[in-house]
């Protein structure tokens, strides 16, 4: 059995305008020491999948259906008391802006305590030595005079490193990362991957990677779910997504990564922008940007279905398999070309 099951995950959020559908029928399964990456453009629906899952929506103006079963318990259904015990314990993440998410008046010190003790029966002592062991664990230099500093006092990619620490406290299976190294500099940014990486090896957790950036993806994840406008339009394992990409997004996000060998003035982009999910156009999301699109593509919502080659390579496209093929590979040989 999968450590965490998502099946047909569905959130819409009440606003002055209307109902906003952030998460359309997303399913997907992590399993102990596995790496899944979620990756797609701003407002996709990456961060609200997994804020769904740990039930950290409001729930006042949040409607969430489907299943996500945690070690075979439905989170969707928990009740808040169920689903606390579970936070920061079984299960934890990692914030994009650590600087919002640590509480500014408290020593982080306090912080990791408190996140021992909130599901541990131990005393301050022992807490303290246990926040002290997954700060030096994160390389927090100095970690016996830094533990009594407060958030403002560490830098962007130290924060980030004392959320991982706080995330690992009580050793989770399951380790939820939201864009962990967006605002990080690209030394420090690759100095956090490996220390993620590192302590999975060591602690055996599984991670959830969101992000928007494939180099990411590329470096860290076995498997890879492509959302788009609230829904899944591809899922594969890394290898094969980055080898035979098979939907028109997939391309135009490879396409799209910026190259040093690259003519600045003619950076590629995936043309227009995301639709409104409040008004959602009909048939495949993604057909008014889409080079490829037909007739069908404005009327029928493309399945998400295995790969012809590939029953575990899922998509949802309406174009037939040659042409998925013919422009997959044209696509890789012309990255490899470059690079």
């Not at 533990?147 to 989770?172: E, K, T």
Request: charged share 25%; aromatic share 4%; proline share 6%.
């Amino acid at each position: 059995m999968a450590l965490l099951e998502v099946k047909d995950l569905r959130t819409s959020f009440k606003t002055e305008d209307g109902i906003v559908t952030a998460v359309d029928g997303v399913s997907f399964s992590v399993e102990k020491g596995q790496t899944l990456g979620i990756v797609g453009e701003s407002g996709s629906g990456k961060s609200v999948t997994c804020l769904t899952i740990m039930g950290l929506n409001a729930r006042r103006s949040t409607m969430s259906s489907g299943e996500a079963l945690w070690k075979g318990k439905d989170l969707i259904r928990a009740k808040p008391s169920q689903l606390r015990k579970i936070r920061g314990d079984e299960m934890s993440m990692i914030f994009q802006d650590p600087m919002t998410s640590l509480n500014p008046v408290h020593t982080i010190g306090k912080q990791l305590v408190e996140a021992v003790q909130l599901h541990r029966d131990v005393t301050v002592r022992v807490a303290k030595a246990r926040a002290l062991e997954l700060l030096k664990a994160v390389g927090i230099p100095k970690a016996e005079a830094r533990i009594d500093d407060y958030p403002h006092q560490f830098s962007g990619g130290m924060r980030q490193r004392v959320m991982i620490a706080m995330a690992l406290i009580n050793d989770p299976d399951l380790l939820i990362a939201d864009e962990p190294t967006t605002a990080l500099d690209v030394t420090t940014q690759a100095q956090i991957l490996n220390l993620m990486k590192r302590l999975q090896d060591d602690f055996g957790s599984a991670i959830i990677m969101i992000t928007h950036d494939l180099g990411v993806v590329a470096e860290t994840a076995d498997d890879v779910v492509v959302m788009y406008a609230a829904k899944v339009v591809e899922h594969a394992k890394v290898h094969d997504l980055f080898n035979r990409p098979q939907h028109p997004y997939t391309w135009g996000l490879m396409g799209s990564l910026p190259r040093l060998d690259a003519d600045l003035e003619r950076l590629v982009q995936i043309p227009g922008q995301p639709p409104s999910l409040l008004r959602p156009p009909g048939g495949c999301r993604f057909h008014p940007r889409c080079p490829y699109v037909m007739g069908v593509c404005r009327t029928t919502d493309p399945p998400l279905l295995g790969a012809e080659r590939d029953p575990s390579h899922l998509q949802a496209c309406h174009l037939d398999q040659e042409t998925k093929d013919r422009e997959g590979t044209k696509l890789v040989e012309a990255t490899m070309a470059e690079a």
